[in-house]
């Protein structure tokens, strides 16, 4: 079962991922909410629409805009609309 880790901890696991451009896109519900702070930072793809960030926030340490997702999808993405993908050093393990 795919799942996130930063700072030696699991932030999400599910085995409903998607996969997009060699991303693991896990869906709400498997987001360990207490180590998410949101972030007022937003990038635009052209295809999926504008994404929205998160902080990744473990024993006191901050990974900045370490998750992102895309609240409203573009059409082609629709399969991982508020689905949360991850980068900046944390790991993903299939």
């Keep these: 079962m795919p ?6 901890q699991v932030i ?9 451009e060699g991303n693991q896109y896990f869906p709400p519900d498997a987001i360990k909410s207490e180590y998410f702070q949101p972030s007022d930072t937003h990038t635009t793809c052209g295809w999926k629409g504008v994404a929205s960030y998160h902080n990744i926030v473990v024993d006191g340490q901050v ?32």
């Design 3 to 8: 799942k996130a880790v930063w700072n030696g």
């Design 12 to 20: 999400a696991e599910s085995d409903q991922c998607e996969v997009v």
């Design 63 to 94: 990974n900045k805009d370490a998750a992102w997702y895309y609240p409203e999808a573009k059409s082609a993405a629709k399969n991982i609309e508020g689905y949360v993908a991850f980068w900046r050093g944390v790991k993903v393990e299939a």
